[in-house]
């Protein structure tokens, strides 16, 4: 069974950058879709970015032009670069892989200083 482990978060200043990463001892190259999702304090988990077969992607509008979603088959990798972060940015970042069928990882968390 796959399973997914986040690493790369931590404590950056504000418009610091993070690289998040997602990887599986198992392959991921299955899953047609992979995003990272996150969630902050008080606040409902929220879909960040999408990464879909044949490296179409998608993001939420507060994060376009700052953030890049990106897929390593031969690593196993998925990858969240983030650059230009916010305060707002701060979270727990969660790697969802899913269709077929849907894994989550445990999160990784992201804290964004002022």
């Known amino acids: 069974q796959v399973q997914l482990v986040e690493s790369g978060g931590g404590v950056v200043q504000a418009g610091g950058s993070l690289r998040l990463s997602c990887t599986s001892a198992?392959?991921?190259?299955?899953?047609?879709?992979m995003g990272w999702y996150r969630q902050a304090p008080g606040k409902q988990r929220e879909l960040v970015a999408t990464?879909?077969?044949?490296?179409?992607?998608n993001y939420i509008d507060s994060v376009k032009g700052r953030f890049t979603i990106s897929r390593d088959n031969a690593k196993n990798t998925v990858y969240l670069q983030m650059n230009s972060l916010k305060p707002e940015d701060t979270a727990v970042y969660y790697c969802?892989?899913?269709?077929?069928?849907?894994?989550w990882g445990q999160g990784t968390q992201v804290t964004v200083s002022s």
């Open positions: 198992g392959t991921i190259f299955s899953f047609n879709v």
């Open positions: 969802n892989a899913r269709s077929p069928g849907e894994v």
């Open positions: 990464w879909i077969r044949g490296a179409l992607t």
